[in-house]
């Protein structure tokens, strides 16, 4: 059975930083890319940031320079460094892997974690 356990969420001041650490088990780690998204109260759930096993990695614009994604291979984790905290960052934070398809669509990832929450106060 596969399981997404997402942690590092939490309450930080506008400027500030938080980590997310998502730690995957029941999965071929190596053969799935991993993003993470997030969704904030009465909004879709939104590509932020993905990384291949390769380390190939991608950014939504609106946190490109600010976040960094990364990921321990033999620790079956990844990781999302988040900097320069902004009050519009504030949302639940989900991990996912993906097999196939486009990095960038929620529909082509094939396990979720269940998110963390993040929130900004300015």
């Known amino acids: 059975q596969v399981h997404l356990v997402e942690s590092g969420g939490g309450l930080v001041q506008a400027g500030g930083s938080l980590r997310l650490s998502c730690a995957a088990s029941?999965?071929?780690?190596?053969?799935?890319?991993m993003g993470w998204f997030r969704q904030a109260p009465g909004k879709e759930r939104e590509f932020v940031a993905a990384?291949?096993?390769?380390?190939?990695?991608y950014y939504a614009d609106s946190v490109k320079g600010r976040f960094t994604i990364s990921r321990d291979n033999a620790k079956n984790t990844v990781y999302l460094q988040m900097n320069s905290l902004k009050p519009e960052d504030t949302a639940v934070y989900y991990c996912?892997?993906?097999?196939?398809?486009?990095?960038?669509?929620?529909?082509?990832?094939?396990?979720w974690g269940q998110g963390t929450q993040v929130t900004v106060s300015s």
């Open positions: 996912g892997a993906r097999s196939g398809g486009s990095v960038y669509h929620t529909d082509a990832y094939d396990y």
């Open positions: 990384i291949r096993w390769s380390g190939d990695n």
């Open positions: 029941g999965l071929t780690f190596g053969s799935y890319a």
